[in-house]
């Protein structure tokens, strides 16, 4: 009908971008190709215009005839041109340009990743922050215990055995934890021929089914083992290293045998720091027959 008009053919954008870097492309070819054409005529010109016409013949550079270095010189502009439309344009051209903008996207899409790896650790450290809290809570009800035998330089141990054989240690560790929940590692537990009498152990391990006497109590960790205590007045830490480590922020106690002697041991106690602890009770004993070394019973509280 008369009154409509033909509907305008759309072209897509990058369709449209493609085309329009096409045609630009052409154009520099084309460019490229006079100045070739336009090099080799005067090229032709100049050797014609000094050798036939003899003009600027007697006209020398570093004993060469002048024409020599202008067509160098113009060759050298020709190359440029040249690098320029195959090179320049074309490695630095919109694709280019495109392939640059890419790379910067991946990098920040990496550094976002990077970022919510970051917040997920946070969240971790705060929910595992709030075990901790609740786990602190738990100590608080309980006065959770610390009980070790340690040497001048903290050694406690070697080859997962005692180093030392001192009878009235063993007969105060057996005082003060009979009747009690003592919580230690799987090393720790495997270091006893069997469990001790009038006591609930209580086993840290990683270790998946883990095997052990009935009546002893298997967990996974710290948290675990103090949650499994909770309905003990005075659970007690018994070792080793490690798990005195851990257990040192939660502890409410220590009971420390302290060896007046240095040995030499692959497993040692953390220093005891007394800006947190203060000293409540200290014992001292001296060597006998049945003790090889002098040592003292201490006690420390939380202040």
Do not use: C
């Not at 690098?83 to 694709?95: E, S």
């Not at 929940?181 to 021929?193: D, L, Q, V």
Request: proline fraction near 3%.
């Amino acid at each position: 009908m008369f009154g409509k008009k033909k509907p305008t053919p759309q072209i897509d954008k990058d369709q449209l971008e493609l085309i329009e870097n096409a045609q630009k492309r052409i154009k520099q070819k084309k460019r490229l190709y006079i100045h070739f054409v336009v090099f080799l005529i005067g090229a032709v010109f100049l050797i014609i215009a000094n050798t036939v016409l003899g003009i600027g013949k007697d006209v020398t550079l570093f004993g060469k005839e002048w024409f020599l270095f202008a067509i160098l010189i113009w060759l050298f502009f020709f190359l440029y041109h040249v690098f320029n439309v195959f090179i320049t344009h074309k490695f630095m051209g919109k694709a280019w340009e495109k392939a640059q903008l890419e790379k910067l996207v991946a990098k920040q899409q990496t550094r976002i990743d990077k970022l919510k790896a970051g917040f997920v650790k946070e969240e971790t450290l705060i929910a595992q922050s709030e075990v901790y809290n609740e786990s602190q809570t738990k100590t608080k009800k309980n006065k959770l215990t610390i009980i070790v035998a340690a040497a001048e330089n903290d050694a406690i141990g070697l080859g997962n055995k005692l180093i030392w054989h001192l009878s009235d240690d063993l007969k105060r560790f057996k005082n003060l934890t009979s009747g009690h929940h003592i919580i230690m590692g799987r090393k720790t537990f495997e270091s006893f021929p069997k469990p001790l009498p009038n006591r609930i152990h209580v086993v840290i391990t990683r270790q998946q089914n883990y095997k052990a006497p009935e009546g002893v109590i298997v967990v996974s960790s710290l948290e675990d083992a103090i949650d499994a205590s909770k309905n003990d007045s005075q659970p007690f830490i018994i070792g080793g290293g490690e798990i005195y480590r851990q257990a040192l922020p939660f502890a409410n106690k220590i009971e420390l045998t302290r060896v007046h002697h240095n040995f030499e041991a692959d497993t040692y106690f953390p220093k005891i720091d007394t800006s947190v602890w203060k000293e409540t009770s200290n014992t001292f004993h001296k060597k006998d027959e049945e003790h090889d070394y002098e040592f003292s019973f201490i006690s420390y509280e939380r202040k």
